[in-house]
Every structure is written in C-alpha cells, then in structure tokens.
C-alpha cells in the first residue's frame, strides 16, 4: 500500500505563503508523477500543478505564484504558495502515480487534504 500525507495547511491574510508538504511513504517501487489538486466549495476538483519527468505545469491561475518542488530521497513534494488570494481558498491535494513494484501497473494514491483559507 501507499500512504500520501499532506500537511501545511492553514489560514493565511491575502498576499500571504504557505508552503504545503506531500509525504509519500509505502509499499513504493517508484513514483511516475506527483500533481496537486485543490477543490473549493461547490467548485470541481482542479488541477494546480503536476510534476512529471522532472518538467511542472502549473494551472494559469497560479502561474507566477506557486512553484513546486520535490525530494526525490525522501518522496516528499512540495507547494510554494505566494502572494495568495481569497479565491486560492480550497482543499488541496496531493496525488501521485506510483508503481509498488517493477511489474506493476501505475497507481494513483490520494492524501486526505489539506484546508487553505485566504482571508481578504
């Protein structure tokens, strides 16, 4: 099995950063991709930045604001929030697609989330 934890979250004044983590850990072979997510209330679930093959994209919205990084060693991702707006507010996720041996095919594994709320 394979656990995704984030952490990080919390309230935050508008032009504000929070950096949130994604610890990885598991029955882990490799990990192919590690995307962010987040989901507001009453919205869709959307994508916020995917890291694949070492290349990130990132969602127009946060372009500029939020940047990603990873700990490969220690299958830790990572999300840079800055210069946040209330409407940035949502729970945000971290997923990955990981592979739990060299035979197996991809998975994708979901942590629980982790609040973000951007006071104006």
């Known amino acids: 099995q394979v656990q995704v934890v984030e952490s990080g979250g919390g309230l935050v004044q508008a032009g504000g950063t929070l950096k949130l983590s994604c610890a990885v850990s598991g029955s882990i072979f490799s990990v192919d991709s590690m995307a962010w997510y987040r989901q507001a209330p009453g919205n869709n679930r959307e994508l916020v930045a995917l890291?694949?093959?070492?290349?990130?994209t990132r969602a127009d919205s946060v372009k500029g604001r939020f940047t990603t990084s990873t700990n490969d060693a220690k299958n830790m991702g990572y999300l840079q929030m800055n210069e946040l707006k209330p409407e940035d507010t949502a729970v945000y996720y971290c997923?990955?697609?990981?592979?739990?041996?060299?035979?197996?095919?991809?998975?994708?594994?979901w942590g629980q989330g982790t609040q973000v709320t951007v006071s104006p």
């Open positions: 997923s990955v697609r990981a592979r739990t041996s060299f035979l197996a095919d991809p998975r994708d594994y």
């Open positions: 890291i694949h093959g070492g290349v990130t």
